[in-house]
């Protein structure tokens, strides 16, 4: 049994994006929580694009990539100021999850980590870094 949060945005053939909250940036309470990042096509029949991403990546990857983002020294203060609990996520940081049903054949915490390789930067980045009570707070799994 597994346990999935679906989040769904449309492919605006730009940049799509979704609204990933405090509430959905909290670290798993089980090894069964999942999120699906579903891209809908603006034509159909046109199948939609998946994502399979572990709660707690979502997590890491939410922070690691809004905390990137409003603290980027090379915007002018004051420029980028909107809140954690309002982060908007790109395809970039899930890009490598997609159509990986095949994970949810295994308990969340035991996934592959596949977020992008300059995510181990960002985690180590002291103007970054990781949520305060996130798992990998106490050493850094290996990245695929």
């Not at 730009?14 to 699906?36: G, I, M, Y």
């Not at 295994?106 to 592959?112: G, I, K, L, S, Y």
């Not at 977020?115 to 002291?126: E, F, M």
């Amino acid at each position: 049994m597994v346990e999935i949060q679906v989040k769904t945005a449309m492919d605006n053939g730009v940049r799509t994006n979704w609204l990933v909250n405090e509430k959905a940036q909290q670290r798993a309470r089980s090894d069964r929580e999942w999120f699906t990042f579903v891209i809908m096509p603006q034509k159909m029949p046109t199948a939609p694009r998946t994502f399979l991403v572990p709660r707690d990546h979502v997590a890491a990857g939410t922070w690691m990539f809004h905390q990137n983002w409003a603290t980027d020294p090379t915007v002018p203060a004051g420029r980028r100021n909107t809140p954690r609990n309002q982060a908007r996520m790109t395809i970039e940081p899930w890009e490598r999850y997609e159509d990986r049903w095949d994970l949810l054949e295994r308990p969340a915490t035991d996934a592959p980590v596949l977020l992008p390789a300059r995510a181990t930067d960002l985690a180590l980045d002291p103007r970054v870094g990781l949520p305060p009570d996130h798992p990998w707070q106490t050493g850094l799994p290996e990245w695929n």
